[in-house]
């Protein structure tokens, strides 16, 4: 019974405490997006893995440079006071960015999705190669970045031949 009690304060004690991160949600059109290239705090998140970067779509890396751009501290969320993260999430049409802030406004880390996106030349070759007669259906890629590491990139691309299909991962 004592540990029946016990759990039932703990448990009623948990409420009480106040989530660690705050959320803030930014939706976006292509017509909006246009930021000034003056000093951006969030670079080293823009140049995570410059060999991918370079080939992505213009969508992808419009998208990037709003979240990169972004001050939290104009935010009503925000308090000078708290050292806590916060989630934001950016939105263009079916194209996403959650990214994680850091009271200083540096992104830790994001995940990212984008849909019916262009596909780098070296995997489009690389895929003509491997499934000759079969074209390019549908592609997305996601993208997940750290602050400690390099970003890791996964396209799935739909490949159709008549009536059949297949989902490749790379």
């Known amino acids: 019974m004592k540990k029946f009690l016990l759990g039932l304060c703990i448990l009623g004690l948990t409420n009480l405490i106040s989530a660690q991160n705050d959320l803030a949600m930014a939706t976006a059109n292509d017509s909006d997006i246009t930021i000034k290239t003056s000093k951006i705090k969030n670079e080293s998140y823009l140049m995570s893995n410059t060999n991918e ?6 969508r992808i890396k419009k998208l990037q440079k709003i979240a990169a751009a972004y ?3 104009k935010e009503s969320i925000y308090s000078k006071k708290k050292s806590i993260t916060y989630d934001v999430v950016f939105e263009a049409s079916k194209n996403y960015i ?50 400690e590491g390099a970003s890791k990139f996964t396209y799935k691309i739909v490949l159709k031949k008549g009536n059949k299909s297949k989902l490749i991962t790379r």
């Open 53 to 58: 970067t370079k080939q992505l779509a213009v």
């Open 71 to 73: 001050d939290i501290s």
């Open 98 to 147: 959650k990214a994680v802030y850091d009271h200083n406004g540096v992104i830790i880390n994001s995940e990212e999705y984008y849909e019916d996106v262009r596909i780098p030349y070296v995997l489009t070759s690389q895929l003509a190669k491997d499934y000759p007669g079969w074209s390019f259906d549908k592609s997305n890629c996601k993208i997940f970045y750290s602050k």
